[in-house]
């Protein structure tokens, strides 16, 4: 636009087994800025993700996500997700609301917490707002990462999960990670 944002961006995801001599191709992702801020955060965008950049290539999944609110370094306070089987969005897989809870002034995020739903309230199947049913809880990850690289890759993390009981109505402890990764 004439603003500098980008409206559509192409993103080739791709893995080597061989110290980076030849690469495959894993996912070739179309993505559709739609809404910006003045600050340039995208706040309304759709992802195609498919398995190849040819033209046989195949849908795997089509995500809608709106960011709500940035903390001053560009990361979103908060995100709503919402993964759907086909691009026509008749068919949805899942709904994830992550929240952003403590980011360093490098726009590290050192507590967040990720909560699946598996329904959307009043979803007009375009581009409006995403709502989830928190009627539909699946499942919760609360994540704290206490070490990050210098490129502000996590090094150590504790995931806390657990999942939506029907009995008591509420989410309930499943399991814990302690993640220690080398740089």
Same mark, same amino acid.
């Given at each position: 636009? !004439?603003?500098?944002?980008? $409206?559509?961006?192409?993103?080739?995801?791709?893995?080597? !087994?061989?110290?980076? #001599?030849?690469? %495959?191709? /894993?996912?070739?992702?179309?993505?559709?800025?739609?809404?910006? +801020?003045?600050?340039? !955060?995208?706040?309304?965008?759709?992802?195609? &993700?498919? +398995?190849?950049?040819?033209?046989?290539?195949?849908?795997?999944?089509?995500?809608?996500?709106?960011? @709500?609110?940035?903390?001053?370094?560009? /990361?979103?306070?908060?995100?709503?997700?919402? &993964?759907? /089987?086909? %691009?026509?969005?008749?068919?949805?897989?899942? *709904?994830?609301?992550?929240?952003?809870?403590? @980011?360093?002034?490098?726009?590290?995020?050192? $507590?967040?917490? @990720?909560?699946?739903?598996?329904?959307?309230?009043?979803?007009? #199947?375009?581009?409006? +707002?995403?709502?989830?049913?928190?009627?539909?809880?699946? +499942? $919760?990850?609360?994540?704290?990462?206490?070490?990050?690289?210098?490129?502000? !890759?996590?090094?150590?993390?504790?995931?806390?999960?657990?999942?939506?009981?029907?009995?008591?109505?509420?989410? *309930?402890?499943?399991?814990?990670? &302690?993640?220690?990764?080398?740089?």
């Amino acid at each position: 636009n !004439n603003r500098g944002d980008a $409206e559509t961006q192409y993103i080739k995801s791709s893995i080597t !087994n061989d110290g980076g #001599l030849t690469y %495959e191709l /894993v996912t070739y992702q179309v993505l559709t800025n739609r809404e910006f +801020d003045s600050d340039h !955060n995208i706040k309304n965008q759709m992802i195609l &993700t498919y +398995d190849n950049d040819s033209g046989t290539k195949t849908l795997l999944d089509c995500q809608e996500v709106r960011s @709500i609110g940035f903390h001053s370094s560009g /990361v979103a306070l908060k995100q709503i997700i919402a &993964t759907f /089987v086909k %691009e026509d969005k008749l068919s949805l897989l899942d *709904v994830k609301v992550i929240e952003n809870l403590d @980011i360093s002034l490098q726009g590290y995020v050192k $507590e967040s917490k @990720i909560t699946r739903y598996d329904g959307l309230v009043g979803y007009d #199947l375009g581009s409006g +707002d995403l709502v989830a049913d928190t009627a539909k809880t699946v +499942d $919760e990850q609360h994540i704290w990462t206490t070490k990050f690289d210098f490129r502000g !890759n996590a090094l150590e993390q504790k995931i806390v999960k657990s999942y939506f009981d029907t009995e008591t109505s509420g989410l *309930v402890f499943s399991e814990a990670q &302690t993640i220690s990764t080398t740089d």
